[in-house]
């Protein structure tokens, strides 16, 4: 008898491992016969999750102006925090960041305007 439960188990194992593997055989050929006629056709690239709605955020239009509100309802934020409700500091603080973006804006509007005048005298024009 000991014998037939070493039998048992090993005729066991084998039959189960043939089923598994029929039954694993047939389900990859129909996974390739889907990816075959997935691969016909163009990859889309979905992403999902937290990334994927901060790119889709990125690329709209609304991106801009709410980075914009962001920034200056934080910088405003940070300086009522440094002047501790100090209102005449506040404000001084405040200009003073005014008069900073000020200049940084016209320095680059000239940096950059002067970069395309150049490159528009360069190309040959179109006039004969």
């Not at 690329?59 to 980075?67: E, F, H, N, R």
């Not at 000020?102 to 179109?126: H, I, Q, R, Y």
């Amino acid at each position: 008898m000991a014998n037939t439960g070493r039998s048992r188990s090993s005729s066991s194992s084998r039959g189960g491992s043939k089923k598994t593997s029929s039954r694993s055989g047939t389900r990859s050929n129909s996974g390739r016969k889907t990816t075959s006629s997935r691969s016909r056709t163009a990859p889309v690239k979905e992403e999902s999750g937290f990334a994927g709605v901060i790119n889709k955020f990125a690329a709209s239009k609304a991106a801009m102006p709410v980075i914009f509100l962001g920034v200056v309802i934080l910088i405003v934020g940070l300086d009522l925090l440094i002047s501790w409700n100090k209102y005449e500091m506040f404000f001084k603080i405040l200009g003073i960041e005014l008069l900073i973006a000020a200049l940084v804006w016209g320095v680059m509007t000239m940096v950059f305007s002067g970069k395309k005048n150049k490159d528009s005298d360069n190309e040959p024009s179109d006039e004969v």
